[in-house]
Structures are given as structure tokens and as C-alpha cells.
């Protein structure tokens, strides 16, 4: 995958899961004249923020150009001081990525070796221990790209392959690599830039664009099994309210329930005069979803194209200029609105699998779908946990944008905490991904009672995905590797992978 040129979400998708990453042709031009720009301001004399001055609301303390090399460093050790889990491998990969291709696009004024180091570690699988919290979201995400950073000049912890954290100085001796020193501006350059939020946005946006589809294939499920009917998502009706999300999802659920001898069973059925919400308006809550979900990859791909670094080269006119383009706010309003949107799509499965579970709506169901209720239990803590799970999400998507706090002795007087909107709409996707793969798990088990009437081919395919994972449910046994082998299928996208096979891709 390029970078230092046009980069898509599912380019940072694919290096976060293994896929090689290089430079566009034309980088190392761009990067060295902005080097050349930085090398003559030093030599002139000239006084420029971060360069040959401190940083923060220490700007105004001028430095000697002696002492550029020992501030770079310095301002990487102290600012690396982000406390909590570990972000994931693949969110690491993409933050080097990210952080590779802002410096490639050639306005950052560090020399080519710098930019091109986490190319490096990408290439040896050497990640840096980057902890999840402590960014504010303004300067950048300046804690956990720091520890970025140490890792990328031979200090801090990394993970080799995957291994369990060691010195970053000896992993990189390992291989081959020679520690970096760094000179004037490039301390800063590494972490003056929203690509800890970005990465882990970007990821969550991915997840959400696949679960959108799951969501709408175990509502089918749930539909055949409940005897509910597709007559809501009739295109003449869909096509009254134009929103592209729920025309999509309509038409996904035509696709998926098409051929059911289930549906067709009780087409004509005059004692259930229409459904519950959660079935009828499946495609307007998931289609908003999707909604949200294409305006929120926009604004990530535009971050995508963006220079976020403070101060910003610009080689062309041979000038240094001090910006805010570091500021978070536009990804940090993507990633709430997305967790929001998940909490929507999370809610209405729940509800779903609880009509499923309950007598008095299943149309005919035992209870908690399975024989002698009672003595058994079946799926029915599946539903509290589902239940718990949304509850959670509902307080994760409080918006983080909504909150800001002033730092550096009031120099940075407003923040985004993008940061923390992105690990939000992170948790909430996984929130989200576990309330879907519960109802798939208990839509599934339903389904099966309803035999001899057959499912369509779509669903029963869903049904063979599972069924080569999870068993059917005669009577109570450990739900726990049950409950985590549906989440993986939908993690994964193994069971919609099985569907598409059948009918071809969902939208």
C-alpha cells in the first residue's frame, strides 16, 4: 500500500492486518525539500516555534541551536506518558502507517531516514508499546504518539512479532536497524497529529461497515424464525423515504428472505396484522446507522489526505508556519457520531432477541428456546448480557467533543478528546458486534424449531456457518464457547462471507 499519496480507509485497513507498506514515488523529494527548508531557517538565525524555541506555553523561550538534538529527545521521553491497555497490534500498524504517510507528504521538515524508520518497524513487525490513554486530541495526540515515537528512535518497549514487550534498542539491533538521533523539528514532527485517533476510527469505521451488513442478515434470521414478514421492506414503500442507508438495508433484507418457505407459510396470515418495531423498522435504524457511517468515513478520509503537523514546511515559499491543523475536532465528531449510531444498531438487535426468547412474543416459540424451561435455562442470561452490553454502549456514547479542559497553563485552551471519541466508537462496535452474534446464536436455535418449514437460501446459509462452529441447544451446557465462537463469526466476517458465497454481496 502507498503512502504519501491518495490513502482510503481500507488501504489503512490492509496494513493494519499484514499488508506491506512503501512510499509513493515522489516522497523522499518532498520530504528532503521540506528538510532543506528547515536546515536553512537554523542556519539564518531564524526564530520558529518548536524549532528554535520550547513548546506549549514555553514557546517563548528561545533556544540555541546546540540544544536542538537534546530538545527533540527530551520532548519524546516526557511527553511519553499515556497510562492504560495497550493498543491493539493492528491499531499500531495503522498508527505507523499513519504517522509514515503525513510525514511522506512532504510538510513536516524532517530528513527522509526519520520518516522512512516506521516504515522499518512495519516491515520487521517490531510495534511499539503505545497505553490507550492521555491524549487530549488538540496538539495532537501527543502521549501515545510519543511512545510512537520512542520506539522509533530506539527507546521504550516494543512487541517483536507479536512477542511479549521488550527494549526497543535491542529489537531494533536485531534487526539491523541503528538507533535515531534526532535533530531540529523532528521530535515534534513525530507527534504534533491526530493519527492515534484517526487509526483506531478508521478501524472501528471498517468493523462498523461489515457489522452493518451482519446486523441485516441476523435480522432476517430473526424474522424467519419469529414469523414476521418482509412486506415493510417492499420497495415501493422503502422508496417513499429516500435515506440511502435504509434503502440499502431494505434491500439486503428482500435479498436475504427471498425464497423462504418460512415467510411464505404465513403470507396471508390475517391474526398478525403487521410487526414490532424491531422487526418492521429494521432497515430505518440500521440504515441510519449507515448513514452516519458514510459521513463518518468521509471525514476520515479527508483526515486521511490532510497535514496535521505544527509547524507546518511549506517548501514551495520557503516558510515555516505555525497552524492548528493538529486539532482533532472533525475526527473526534466522526467517532461520536458513529458511537451513537452503533448504540442504535446494538439496541434494536437486543430487542430482537428478546421477542425470541419471550413467549408472549415469539409466535409460538418455547421459552428461551429450548425444551423443559425451568429445568433449562437456554439463552436466556444470552439476553442479559446482550442487554448489559447495550446499557454500557449507551454510556460510551456519551460524546466526548461535548468536554474540553485547558493544559499547558492555558496555551492550549480547547481540546477535542478525539482520542477518547474513538475509543468509544471503538467499544461500541465491539459492544455492538457481541448484542448481533447473540441474536444470530438464539435466531439460529429458533430457526431450526421451526423445521420442516425451510429457511431461505441466504439464512441457511447463515445456519450452516454456525452450525459448523456451534451446536444446536437440546438442553443447558457452558454457553461461554458457544457465545464466543458466534461473536468471532461475526468478528471475522466468516459468517457473512458464507451468505454472500450463497446470494452474492450485501450493500
Known sequence: MALGGSLRIDDVIAISRGARAYFAP????????SRDVVERALSSGAIVYGVTTGFGSLADVRLSPEHASALQHGLIRSHAVAVGPELSAPEVRA????????LALGCSGVR????????ELLAHEILPVVPEQGSLGASGDLAPLAHLALGAIGEGRVRVRGGEPVQAAGALAEAGLAPIRLEAKEGLALINGTQGMTAIGVLSAGRARQLAKTADLAAAVTIEAILGTDRAFDPRVVGLRPHQGQQASARNLVRLLAGSDLLASHRESHHIVQDAYSIRCAPQVHGALRDVLRQSIATLEIELASVSDNPIVLSEDDEILSCGNFHGQPVAHACDSLAAALVGLASISERRLYRLLDTKTSNGLPAFLVGEAGVNSGFMVCQYTAASLVSESKSLAHPATVDSITSSAG??????????????????????????AFELLAAGQALELRAPLRPSPATAAALRALRARVAHLDHDRELKPDVDAAIELVRSGEVLAAVEAEIGELE
Open 112 to 119: 527522509f531516514e526519520v520518516a522512512n524508520r516506521f516504515l
Open 411 to 436: 496555551q492550549e485552551d480547547h481540546v477535542s478528546m478525539g482520542m477518547i471519541a474513538a475509543r468509544h466508537a471503538r467499544d461500541c462496535v465491539t459492544n455492538a458486534e457481541a448484542v448481533v
Open 26 to 33: 515522489g516522497c523522499r523529494q518532498r520530504i528532503e525539500a
Open 95 to 102: 498508527m505507523l502507517a499513519l504517522r509514515a504517510h503525513v
